[in-house]
C-alpha cells in the first residue's frame, strides 16, 4: 500500500474524477429526477457494483485483455456502446410525466423498479470498456514498486477508489433530488430534460464506439 500522503492523494484524485459528469453520473441524476431520492441512490450502489466488477476483473488479469486484444476491447466495446444508444433512444422516445415526489406505485411495483434501476446502472459502467482501461492506468501508479502483491493492493484501492465513488455517486443523487423538489420549473421542463439526457447517452454511445483499441 502507499505511504499516507500518496494515499490522501488518490483519495482525492478519485473524488476529484468521479465529480466529473459521465454516463453514470447522467444515469443517477436522471434517475433522482423522475423517481426521487430512493431510485437516485440505487441507481448509484447498481454503478458502484459495475465498478467492483472491472476492479475484480483487473485483479485477476482480464482486465489487461482488454489492452492486449483489438477484439476483447471492441467486443465490450460494441456492447456498451449499443446499449448506451438504447438507453438514449429511450429517452427521446419516453412519454412525458412527472417528477415522482411521493411514492406512486405498490410495493412491488416499486421493487421491480428499483430492481430495473438498479441492474441499468450496472450495466452503464460494467459493459464500458473504457472504465476498464481507467482503472488499468491511474490505480497502479499509487501502486509501490516494492508492493509484495501488487494484485492484492490493486484490490484495495479499487475498493478504496469505490468507496469514494460511492459517496459522490449519493451525493449526485441528494442533490438532484433536492433541486427536483425546489425548482418548479423542472417540473414543467422533464420532457426537455428526457430528450437532453437523450441525446447525452447516444452522444456517449457514439463517443464509445469510436473509441481504438488502445495501441499494442
Known amino acids: 500500500m502507499p505511504d499516507a500522503s500518496q494515499l490522501w492523494m488518490f483519495m482525492l484524485a478519485g473524488v476529484l474524477l468521479n465529480l466529473t459528469p459521465g454516463p453514470d453520473v447522467l444515469y443517477i441524476v436522471n434517475q433522482s429526477l423522475r423517481g426521487g431520492v430512493q431510485r437516485g441512490l440505487v441507481a448509484a450502489w447498481g454503478i458502484t457494483v459495475g465498478c467492483f466488477v472491472h476492479v475484480a476483473a483487473a485483479a485477476l488479469g482480464l482486465g489487461a485483455v482488454l489492452t492486449t486484444s483489438a477484439d476483447a476491447f471492441n467486443l465490450i466495446k460494441w456492447i456498451g456502446a449499443a446499449y448506451l444508444l438504447w438507453m438514449g433512444v429511450r429517452l427521446l422516445w419516453r412519454t412525458p410525466q412527472g417528477m415522482a415526489t411521493s411514492p406512486s406505485e405498490s410495493p412491488p411495483e416499486e421493487v421491480t423498479r428499483l430492481r430495473t434501476v438498479f441492474f441499468g446502472a450496472f450495466a452503464t459502467n460494467a459493459l464500458n470498456p473504457k472504465v476498464a482501461l481507467f482503472f488499468l492506468a491511474f490505480v497502479p501508479q499509487f501502486i509501490p514498486a516494492q508492493a509484495a502483491d501488487p494484485a492484492w493492493s490493486f484490490v484495495l484501492l479499487g475498493c478504496l477508489f469505490n468507496l469514494n465513488s460511492l459517496l459522490v455517486c449519493m451525493a449526485w443523487a441528494l442533490a438532484a433530488a433536492w433541486l427536483s423538489r425546489r425548482a418548479h420549473w423542472l417540473q414543467r421542463g422533464m420532457r426537455h430534460l ?19 483499441a488502445p495501441a499494442r
Open 194 to 212: 428526457d430528450r437532453l439526457a437523450g441525446l447525452l447517452f447516444i452522444g456517449f454511445g457514439l463517443k464509445l464506439a469510436l473509441t481504438d
